[in-house]
């Protein structure tokens, strides 16, 4: 809520900053050194919030995914989540986790090649397995492996807009 109150893995992790606008903005990790530095990007730039996971797929739609990365095992195989932006308030979940037979675990670079596809402005990985869990209307969409560890965070989308109605009321 564009505070900083927490600079530690600044210099380890990419950043995913969200701006009062709802755009992802992403800075690589390193790029702000210091709380004072890391606040004075928040003031600028109207900063809400930030994840701190990363790597970084996609950044004004160029694709970036790196070769290794302090916080994710880039080159396993392993499942995966991305928070993605395509437009302004157009977002894209993309996971890459199932169970049984049509289990999806895979490298990031094959992960990006996937969202490359999506023709996304952002791209930002996020902790995969079951804290990938993506559910609509009570239900959940992508199966997960049951051995993951349960749920930690969440990033929940909602609408103003009433069922069956439009913008206008």
């Given at each position: 809520?564009?505070?900083?109150?927490?600079?530690?893995?600044?210099?380890?992790?990419?950043?995913?900053?969200?701006?009062?606008?709802?755009?992802?903005?992403?800075?690589?990790?390193?790029?702000?050194?210091?709380?004072?530095?890391?606040?004075?990007?928040?003031?600028?730039?109207?900063?809400?919030?930030?994840?701190?996971?990363?790597?970084?797929?996609?950044?004004?739609?160029?694709?970036?995914?790196?070769?290794?990365?302090?916080?994710?095992?880039?080159?396993?195989?392993?499942?995966?989540?991305?928070?993605?932006?395509?437009?302004?308030?157009?977002?894209?979940?993309?996971?890459?986790?199932?169970?049984?037979?049509?289990?999806?675990?895979?490298?990031?670079?094959?992960?990006?090649?996937?969202?490359?596809?999506?023709n996304c402005r952002q791209a930002y990985t996020l902790d995969g397995g079951r804290t990938g869990t993506v559910t609509m209307n009570g239900?959940?969409?992508?199966?997960?492996?049951?051995?993951?560890?349960?749920?930690?965070?969440?990033?929940?989308?909602a609408t103003a807009v009433p069922e069956g109605g439009d913008d206008n009321g």
């Amino acid at each position: 809520q564009g505070e900083v109150k927490h600079h530690s893995d600044y210099d380890l992790a990419d950043i995913c900053f969200i701006d009062r606008n709802g755009d992802l903005i992403l800075v690589p990790a390193g790029e702000l050194a210091t709380k004072e530095e890391a606040q004075a990007f928040v003031d600028s730039h109207n900063i809400d919030f930030s994840l701190a996971f990363g790597p970084i797929l996609v950044s004004d739609g160029v694709r970036c995914e790196p070769d290794s990365y302090y916080l994710g095992e880039v080159i396993d195989k392993y499942p995966r989540v991305a928070l993605c932006q395509k437009d302004k308030l157009h977002y894209v979940i993309v996971t890459a986790n199932a169970k049984g037979a049509h289990r999806s675990s895979i490298t990031i670079r094959t992960f990006a090649d996937r969202i490359e596809k999506l023709n996304c402005r952002q791209a930002y990985t996020l902790d995969g397995g079951r804290t990938g869990t993506v559910t609509m209307n009570g239900k959940v969409l992508n199966p997960i492996v049951s051995s993951e560890r349960w749920i930690s965070d969440i990033i929940y989308f909602a609408t103003a807009v009433p069922e069956g109605g439009d913008d206008n009321g």
